[in-house]
């Protein structure tokens, strides 16, 4: 059974920085796409970053000031996100994929506010 579990969400004011983790366990193969969605209130949920096969992506709102990473050899995908600002504050998702089959995690919450 796949697992995917975030944290590392927070308070923060605009101009700060937060690091999310996220870890996914479960698979004895490695997971071919990891990445991180948020969802703002009353918004729809959005692909912030991810990395496929080692192909990055970001949306261009948060190029520039958010980096993802990933550690194989511990199936766990990071988010370093930095220059906050308010308008990306949300639940952050993490989300895996095995082949073409996609895992979500509970989500953590990410308030950037003075």
């Known amino acids: 059974q796949v697992q995917v579990v975030e944290s590392g969400g927070g308070l923060v004011q605009p101009g700060g920085s937060l690091r999310l983790s996220c870890a996914a366990s479960g698979s004895v193969f490695d997971f071919n796409v990891m990445g991180w969605y948020r969802q703002a209130p009353g918004n729809q949920r959005e692909l912030v970053a991810q990395i496929n096969s080692g192909i990055i992506t970001y949306a261009d709102s948060v190029k520039g000031r958010f980096t993802i990473s990933r550690d194989n050899a511990k199936n766990m995908v990071y988010l370093e996100m930095n220059k906050l600002k308010p308008e990306d504050t949300g639940v952050y998702y993490c989300?895996?994929?095995?082949?073409?089959?996609?895992?979500w995690g509970q989500g953590t919450q990410v308030t950037v506010s003075s």
């Open positions: 989300k895996v994929y095995l082949g073409s089959r996609g895992y």
